[in-house]
């Protein structure tokens, strides 16, 4: 039997059948930024397989107003510098200019104690995140770095658990040793 696909109200449903067995599937994607997947056995209801996975698409966020952070001008006056983030929302989107010019520093502590952010985005402009920028983010879940070529010093994410997604790899906590400048 070939699986069937219905979209309502941005909801999959799959129903496909092998051997006999009518398997649906649900696929749910939540304000464009988590997939939700869950899989049933038609004969008992019963969920055997569910799936959660962060499916972020940086350039469908929008920037977090400037209003929002406190930034430093570099002594050159070419960059800003992230001093501290301010707002409430759940979602970050690090401005990639501020007063015309990149931002491309993030200091110590600018996000610490930020316990209400989920999912920080920083921009292609960013250059260095430096150490304990992170620190106290107790619900952060998704660090997304889209520039290629950032430093990273030593305890950026000391504190966090989130998944930091960078150069097209996702990196745990385990791993974060992986992405620090030497």
């Known amino acids: ?26 696929h749910l994607v939540v304000l464009g930024i988590f997939l939700i997947s869950a899989s049933t056995n038609s004969s008992d209801g019963s969920i055997f397989s569910a799936a959660t996975t962060a499916s972020i698409d940086p350039n469908s966020i929008s920037e977090t107003p400037t209003s929002q952070f ?28 501020y007063d015309g010019l990149p931002v491309e520093t993030i200091l110590s502590g600018s996000f610490s104690g930020c316990s209400e952010v989920t999912t920080i985005i920083l921009p292609e402009s960013m250059d260095f995140i430096l150490g304990n920028t992170f620190a106290g983010c107790s619900n952060l879940q998704n660090i997304i770095i889209t520039g290629s070529n950032v430093d990273i010093y030593q305890d950026a994410f000391s504190g966090c658990t989130a998944t930091v997604t960078y150069n097209g790899k996702s990196y745990t906590s385990s791993e974060y040793s992986e992405l620090y400048k030497n």
Do not use: R
């Open 1 to 26: 039997q070939a699986a069937a696909a219905v979209t309502h109200h941005g909801v999959e449903l799959v129903q496909a059948g092998d051997d006999g067995l009518d398997l649906l599937s649900v």
């Open 70 to 97: 406190e930034f430093e001008g570099s002594q050159d006056e070419e960059y800003y510098k992230v001093i501290k983030y301010n707002g409430n929302d759940s979602t970050v989107k690090v401005p990639a200019k």
